[in-house]
């Protein structure tokens, strides 16, 4: 984990939303992969659904290096739950769901 550039936060217009249970494994890959996308007006809400591993504690070292991350901790609901949550404090235009054991591009936000 590095440090990453950041801008104002009023000037985001797209959230991408993950939401996480029990994926530390493939978790790093993802969360680096929405960090590193060439289109700088995004945030990132990771949304801990309950996990038992050692997500949440991955998920809350990613936001203490990069301000554009949020973090919700919640009992686990499943992912549906845990995407309405994530919705429920995007507050941009655009929102990308992208599942905690997939990664993408680093221009799919483009």
Do not use: W
Not at 29 to 54: F, H, M, R, W
Not at 86 to 101: E, H, M, N, P, Q
């Amino acid at each position: 984990m590095g440090n990453y550039a950041v801008i104002d936060t009023n000037q985001y217009d797209t959230t991408i939303i993950i939401p996480i249970y029990n994926v530390e494994k493939y978790l790093p890959e993802c969360v680096e992969s929405a960090i590193n996308q060439t289109y700088p007006y995004i945030k990132i809400v990771l949304v801990d659904d309950g996990s038992t591993d050692s997500s949440g504690k991955i998920c809350d070292e990613y936001a203490q290096i990069d301000s554009r991350i949020t973090v919700i901790h919640k009992l686990n609901s499943g992912v549906s739950d845990a995407r309405n949550a994530g919705l429920s404090i995007a507050g941009t235009k655009y929102v990308y769901f992208l599942d905690s054991d997939d990664y993408i591009a680093p221009e799919a936000s483009d």
